[in-house]
């Protein structure tokens, strides 16, 4: 029976992050290579034609957020990762086909790009979720944002600005489906229905998870409690001020200070990707070490980073200079680790949610900035304002998240209680299982949380 019982050497969660890894770099090359060749076409057009170019990427990403949230809770985040992964490079396939539709075509091609970003973007949290135990939610957030941004910055390095040649867009688009057949044949469904995953592996990343993995009734999202939550407002207000997504590398709002190719400096790159990396393994033994709470570590992170960066960021408008980048970037690392865990934290079942309704609100605020700021070029007034303001609000949100945020689970996140005959029910069938088990773990259909709640 010892044999039967065994675990394997690497648990299948850390090869499942390594391929989560590797499939947020595919996303994220895809995804610069498919703007780029949109962009670099849209300027063969006249001026006053462009208007529907402009915003269909955005336009694309937060009309699918919510929508793509809902499918990851009832259809399975696994799934919907998957799959979301194939579309984008299905798209990468076609994109040279869009510039015969003309203006219209390659805003069509954006819309549909943004779209399949915000299924991806929502559904990632919902694989955190499913296969990162509490204990080391932390360090999985940890891991997968440093080696993006590094992997986001080698591109530039490797390949500079020629994302548009077909080599490059051919090996993205080419990667992207080699990615999903392995993702299909070993990480398709969640922990529990993984036939690969040991039990014992499952009771470690279930144990304190609230996630109900074995059910196959999907789980109705309450809206009314999640919209009036408190916590979830100031995750949003968080996430919408500290403008994470811009200093990530995607569009950078202090691009203006040295034209269109100043990029985050590989330097500032690497210390934010050190400060995230000691950011999370910290937060993790900490909480376990009993230190501090969940509560305690995320508003440590959150506020402290966020507040720094505010700080740098309206000394950078008034100076330009590369140690303030360093510092703005090295803070942010700090403040982006615990926000985003935030997301899990407070209701596993539901991080697709609200992941959906903080990108949403930080996509509001990205519009609002490219309309009254981005958009005015000949005005230096404006981006200097912008210094001064956005700083101002990050505080405002440090300060009410560090007097008023939690990341504790939330009481309409916790599972519902079964019917007694039903929790008896499955309790002998554990019990029948288990009976010539020894000292091994349960079967998969059985859980910590079930023997306890039959006993």
């Given amino acids: 029976m010892t044999d039967k019982c065994s675990c394997t050497v690497v648990p299948k969660r850390y090869l499942m992050v390594a391929l989560v890894i590797i499939g947020v770099q595919v996303v994220l090359w895809q995804t610069i290579s498919y703007t780029a060749y949109c962009v670099k076409w849209?300027?063969?057009?006249?001026?006053?034609?462009?208007?529907?170019?402009v915003y269909s990427h955005l336009v694309g990403l937060l009309l699918s957020l919510l929508p793509a949230s809902l499918v990851s809770v009832d259809y399975g985040a696994n799934r919907v990762f998957g799959s979301s992964l194939l579309t984008l490079s299905l798209l990468l396939e076609v994109a040279p086909l869009a510039i015969h539709l003309g203006i219209h075509g390659l805003a069509g091609?954006?819309?549909?790009n943004g779209a399949a970003e915000g299924f991806v973007l929502t559904s990632l949290h919902g694989v955190l979720a499913d296969w990162t135990p509490v204990d080391e939610r932390t360090t999985m957030f940890a891991i997968l944002t440093s080696t993006t941004l590094l992997g986001g910055r080698c591109m530039f390095e490797a390949v500079g600005f020629e994302f548009v040649t077909s080599p490059v867009m051919f090996a993205n688009a080419a990667l992207g489906l080699a990615w999903f057949v392995l993702w299909y044949l070993l990480f398709f469904d969640d922990p529990c229905h993984n036939k690969s995953v040991t039990e014992e592996e499952r009771l470690r990343i279930t144990e304190g998870n609230?996630?109900?993995?074995?059910?196959?009734?999907?789980?109705?999202?309450?809206?009314?409690?999640?919209?009036?939550?408190?916590?979830?407002?100031?995750?949003?207000?968080?996430?919408?001020t500290g403008m994470a997504e811009q200093r990530l590398g995607k569009y950078n709002y202090l691009m203006y200070l040295g034209g269109g190719s100043s990029f985050p400096d590989l330097s500032s790159v690497l210390a934010l990707a050190a400060v995230v990396m000691i950011?999370?393994?910290?937060?993790?033994?900490?909480?376990?070490?009993?230190?501090v709470s969940t509560t305690g570590a995320r508003r440590l992170t959150c506020t402290g980073g966020l507040l720094i960066h505010a700080c740098a960021t309206m000394l950078q408008g008034l100076e330009e200079s590369r140690w303030i980048e360093h510092i703005a970037m090295a803070a942010l690392g700090m403040f982006v680790v615990g926000i985003e865990t935030s997301h899990v934290d407070m209701a596993p079942q539901y991080a697709p949610t609200l992941k959906a309704l903080s990108a949403t609100a930080f996509g509001v605020v990205l519009g609002a900035i490219n309309v009254f700021i981005i958009a005015d070029a000949s005005s230096p007034t404006a981006h200097r304002l912008a210094h001064v303001f956005i700083p101002v609000v990050q505080v405002v949100a440090a300060l009410l998240y560090m007097l008023y945020g939690s990341a504790q689970l939330q009481p309409w996140a916790s599972l519902p209680q079964r019917p007694q005959e039903e929790r008896d029910e499955h309790g002998d069938e554990c019990d029948a299982q288990t009976k010539d088990c020894g000292d091994c773990a349960p079967k998969p259909q059985c859980s910590l949380r079930d023997v306890e709640e039959t006993v």
């Fill in 42 to 53: 849209k300027d063969y057009f006249p001026y006053q034609q462009k208007e529907p170019f």
């Fill in 109 to 112: 091609a954006q819309f549909l």
């Fill in 279 to 291: 950011c999370g393994v910290a937060s993790d033994l900490l909480r376990e070490k009993g230190l």
């Fill in 210 to 240: 609230s996630r109900t993995l074995s059910s196959s009734k999907a789980q109705r999202v309450p809206w009314s409690k999640i919209l009036w939550s408190t916590p979830v407002h100031l995750v949003c207000l968080c996430v919408a």
